[in-house]
């Protein structure tokens, strides 16, 4: 189901892609290039994504938690705790709250940030019974630099960098049940890339498409506001 939606999002994505270069295209045959200036503008965005990190989390089994273990967990052909298996996993999408100021028509520089919530319970591999819960709060705090590279009246194009900090509150990461105690607050440099994004709308009002990171949602989508 989680990868139909990443699917019909990425479809999307390209499908509005598709039609801001014919945008683009027909603006310059029409002899206007139809550039605006967005410079000296704030911006105001509210946004939900798809959380590739929590879901790294909420398949870790490692035993050994920290925030770059379950990165490394992909690549490794074996648990350290083999006994364990991840059961049910309740996993919120990453909800992105971000603000950036249009410094001239290339550059924005801002903030966000961004929230997820996951739940797991860790089973015995053998019988399947549940062993523990595991919960956590993710939350990233990231200062952002975006570069324009389209610019025109109703579709821009730009990448990106955010860096800051990754804040995770929970009980993660537990080898047995005498394990389990009280929530940690654990925290770690973050650095995230956006690989493209894509505005559209009007001087005021526009939707957008982004695809980036782990952390602050692999494919993601928001509305924004401009003043």
Request: aromatic share 14%.
């Amino acid at each position: 189901m989680k990868h139909c939606v990443i699917s019909k999002i990425s479809l999307l994505f390209v499908l509005l892609l598709s039609v801001s270069w014919s945008v683009s295209a027909q603006e310059s045959e029409s002899g206007s290039d139809g550039r605006y200036c967005y410079s000296e503008l704030h911006e105001l965005e509210l946004g939900v994504g798809y959380p590739m990190f929590g879901k790294i989390l909420a398949k870790n089994t490692t035993g050994s938690f920290n925030l770059f273990a379950p990165l490394f967990n992909l690549f490794l052909a074996e648990d350290i705790v083999p006994e364990l298996s991840v059961g049910d996993i309740d996993l919120s999408p990453v909800v992105r709250f971000e603000y950036g100021y249009n410094i001239n028509k290339w550059f924005n520089v801002g903030a966000g940030v961004y929230y997820s919530y996951l739940n797991k319970d860790v089973l015995y591999r053998g019988s399947g019974a549940l062993a523990w819960n595991e919960s956590a709060h993710l939350m990233n705090v990231l200062l952002n630099l975006r570069a324009y590279w389209l610019n025109r009246k109703y579709v821009r194009l730009y990448s990106g960098i955010g860096i800051g900090a990754t804040m995770l509150y929970g009980n993660l990461g537990n080898t047995s049940p005498e394990t389990v105690g009280e929530n940690d607050l654990l925290s770690s440099f973050a650095l995230e890339f956006r690989l493209i994004g894509l505005q559209v709308g009007n001087d005021k009002l526009y939707g957008k498409l982004e695809i980036g990171s782990t952390g602050t949602g692999i494919i993601n989508a928001g509305i924004g506001y401009r003043f």
